[in-house]
T-cell receptor
Framework: LAKTTQPISMDSYEGQEVNITCSHNNIATNDYITWYQQFPSQGPRFIIQGYKTKVTNEVASLFIPADRKSSTLSLPRVSLSDTAVYYC?????????????FGKGTTLSVSS | GAVVSQHPSRVICKSGTSVKIECRSLDFQATTMFWYRQFPKQSLMLMATSNEGSKATYEQGVEKDKFLINHASLTLSTLTVTSAHPEDSSFYICGIKRDIDGYTFGSGTRLTVV
């Protein structure tokens, strides 16, 4: 599994856009990129996933350059409730029995 | 996505006793479930992969005789912490993978051993 590197922590203010970049230099051709959010004392929650270019859903956007060696999670206009740990993971596709291996994640703190 | 129910959400037990944590897949038949442990301010650490109808696969360093996993049906996996000690106090999380929409996790169980 490709190793990921992301900032340990980030600070932001309400209403700002937050971009969290993750590097995954050893990503394989069949791997896709997925991001999860975790609040204290809760299980991780899926945010977004993608293979290449740009993916957008109702809560975030994911930007993946052509070489796929990095990805950026973009959270538009964050609020206090977005304070959480965000995990970037690289996952082989089509392997149902493969567990997610979590790195340290990025602790995002949003202030008013 | 799939719905995963984990019970209990929190439990306090005395040192030396055993505690069972249940993980249910409510709308998906999961042949594989994953168990994680998370200590304060740390990331999730994979403990074992639970396989329906067969033995679980444990990660290196995880004592299989201490953390008993039973996956007797496609919707239920249990983790029993035997002879619990204070160092076993942690947040335990189960998860499943569904090809269609990725991984879904339970809400976790906070175990405190006193």
């Amino acid at each position: 599994l490709a190793k990921t590197t992301q900032p340990i922590s980030m600070d932001s203010y309400e209403g700002q856009e937050v971009n969290i970049t993750c590097s995954h230099n050893n990503i394989a051709t069949n791997d896709y990129i997925t991001w999860y959010q975790q609040f204290p004392s809760q299980g991780p929650r899926f945010i977004i996933q993608g293979y290449k270019t740009k993916v957008t859903n109702e809560v975030a956007s994911l930007f993946i350059p052509a070489d796929r060696k990095s990805s950026t999670l973009s959270l538009p206009r964050v609020s206090l409730s977005d304070t959480a740990v965000y995990y970037c993971l690289v996952v082989p596709s089509g392997q149902a029995g493969t567990a997610l291996i979590f790195g340290k994640g990025t602790t995002l703190s949003v202030s008013s | 996505g799939a719905v995963v129910s984990q019970h209990p959400s929190r439990v306090i037990c005395k040192s030396g006793t055993s505690v069972k944590i249940e993980c249910r897949s409510l709308d998906f038949q999961a042949t594989t479930m994953f168990w994680y442990r998370q200590f304060p301010k740390q990331s999730l650490m994979l403990m074992a992969t639970s396989n329906e109808g067969s033995k679980a696969t444990y990660e290196q360093g995880v004592e299989k005789d201490k953390f008993l996993i039973n996956h007797a049906s496609l919707t239920l996996s249990t983790l029993t912490v035997t002879s619990a000690h204070p160092e076993d106090s942690s947040f335990y999380i189960c998860g499943i993978k569904r090809d269609i929409d990725g991984y879904t996790f339970g809400s976790g169980t906070r175990l405190t051993v006193v």
